[in-house]
């Protein structure tokens, strides 16, 4: 897992490298600008572009200049840096680049007013103004200017993060800082750059390496963890030889009703396809023929008021809640599966029906799953202002309850009973449609009865979710949950091959 530092956490990163790799700040900047150049190179093909570089006084502003002067070697001619002196402090490495810079034929302007970048002709704005040092809102000056900037209605990449964006704490609802449509981020990104509010100051980002100590970087104490492919690759087991359908597991899928029938199949149709060894789908009677016709490999246990808790022993992992509708006969089931003390998946109305029974969540078998999106979490938990806020409290209820709390959104957060909370980043807005949390349950209900551990199931499951849905929207602008649950297979051999 890549492990995700905070701000100041990255500047003792930098010192540490400078200090071992005996290279000075200034040399380490002029790789940041590298690394920097050649991402935006693939941003901006047009080598006759208007670029305006605005330059803040600070190593942020010293990134601007190096980055103006590279720019300038690969041709781009029509640059301009604008130095914008609203303060009287200058950094070191500022200063220095700013010198390396006046030996390029390069025009330099002076800004002491916001109003004085109103009349600039531009196509694309570096902004290199203030960097991820800040911790407060944007004032003054630096305010009036993010204003005009955003008013331009141009192209904006940042350096690092956009001017006035915080990368590691609560994202105000006045965020007054620079919108940027791209960011390239130096060798992580910001932990705030997970979070739905970050959409204020961005579109998206990049990281790109700039030769920082990576075995420093891991060794650094953080509960924020990125999953990787790397990560992923490690934990998949492949399929051995002389293995057979007991070798891997039997899944329970607890889900359906009359009228939402197609929840439980959905999720049934993605542990099959994610190799549990065998599927049964506890639905009602109404629903069988469905399942015989869809699913025919998917067993059926029809759903009555007289079946007997017995019948569910002999499954190695269950899950509950998709499409099952919560009237007091789910509500009785929930509570009987629970006293089972099996491995464990909790979802949409399972969800629900725990929101109404406190007494059922301190019931929990350890490292249950739960899998709510955000409203969901909040009848759980109680109502909150932002996701920062939600985060905690998923992190502060995992640890308290021994559970792994999935939160689920662009960017999923995986919060473990240890405190650490793991973010997922495949998945992509083409997968905006109803049933993809079904096929999630069912995706990690078979990978919890192939016996991978609770925390390794949702880790893997939640990552391959969201790259199917990515290999699909190479191909389709949206993408459907049966699609998504077919391409599981072909996304793990990938993996598996690579």
């Known amino acids: 897992m890549q492990t995700l530092l905070t701000s100041s956490q990255m500047q003792t990163v930098d010192a540490y490298t400078i200090k071992q790799q005996s290279i000075s700040s200034v040399n380490l900047m002029e790789s940041a600008a590298k690394a920097f150049v050649k991402a935006f190179k693939k941003e901006v093909l047009d080598k006759d572009a208007r670029i305006s570089i605005l330059c803040g006084q600070g190593n942020n502003g010293g990134d601007g200049l190096a980055i103006a002067r590279l720019l300038n070697k690969e ?46 002709k531009v196509d694309v704005v570096i902004d290199a103004i203030l960097g991820s040092g800040l911790n407060k809102p944007l004032s003054g000056k630096y305010t009036s200017l993010a204003s005009i900037i955003n008013g331009l209605k141009k192209q904006v990449i940042a350096v690092d993060v956009p001017t006035g964006f915080n990368g590691d704490d609560l994202i105000p609802e006045n965020y007054n800082g620079i919108k940027a449509d791209v960011v390239i ?83 049934a149709s993605a542990s099959l396809h994610s190799g549990s060894g065998l599927t049964t789908v506890c639905l009602p009677q109404s629903g069988l023929i469905a399942l015989n016709t869809m699913l025919p490999e998917v067993m059926a246990l029809p759903r009555n008021e007289h079946l007997a808790i017995e019948a569910f022993e002999k499954f190695n992992a269950i899950a509950i809640g998709p499409g099952l509708g919560f009237d007091e006969e789910n509500e009785e089931l929930l509570e009987k599966l629970i006293d089972l003390k099996k491995q464990f998946v909790i979802d949409a109305d399972g969800l629900t029906i725990l929101s109404k029974r406190e007494d059922l969540l301190v019931k929990l078998p350890a490292k249950t799953i739960l899998t709510p999106h955000m409203k969901e979490f909040d009848r759980l938990f109680g109502k ?25 959104n662009q960017y999923t957060f995986i919060c473990l009973p240890t405190g650490d909370v793991h973010i997922n980043a495949t998945g992509n807005p083409a997968m905006a449609s109803g049933g993809m949390g079904d096929v999630l349950t069912g995706t990690i209900t078979a990978f919890l009865a192939q016996c991978y551990s609770p925390a390794d199931a949702a880790i893997l499951a939640v990552y391959l979710h969201g790259k199917a849905g990515d290999d699909l929207a190479k191909e389709s602008f949206t993408v459907n949950a049966l699609q998504l649950a077919l391409q599981i297979p072909k996304t793990i051999k990938k993996l598996l091959k690579s």
């Open 75 to 120: 041709k781009y001619k029509n640059s301009t840096v604008f130095l914008i002196n609203f303060s009287a402090k200058l950094s070191d490495d500022y200063t220095k680049n700013l010198k390396r810079l006046s030996k390029a034929k390069i025009p330099i302007v002076e800004i002491k007013e916001p109003g004085e970048f109103n009349e600039i």
């Open 185 to 267: 981020s130096f060798q992580r990104p910001k932990i705030n750059f997970f979070f739905p509010e970050s959409v204020v100051a961005m579109n998206r980002f990049k990281v790109v390496n700039i030769g920082l100590d990576e075995n420093f970087i891991e060794r650094q104490q953080s509960n924020w963890k990125l999953t990787t492919r790397a990560d992923v690759q490690k934990i998949i087991r492949p399929r051995a030889g002389f293995s057979h359908k007991g070798t891997y597991g039997h899944a329970l899928i607890v889900a359906g009703n009359n009228t939402t029938m197609g929840a439980g199949l959905l999720a």
């Open 384 to 408: 909150h202002e932002s996701w920062w806020q939600r985060v905690a409290t998923a992190r502060e209820k995992a640890q308290q309850l021994d559970l792994i709390i999935i939160l689920k």
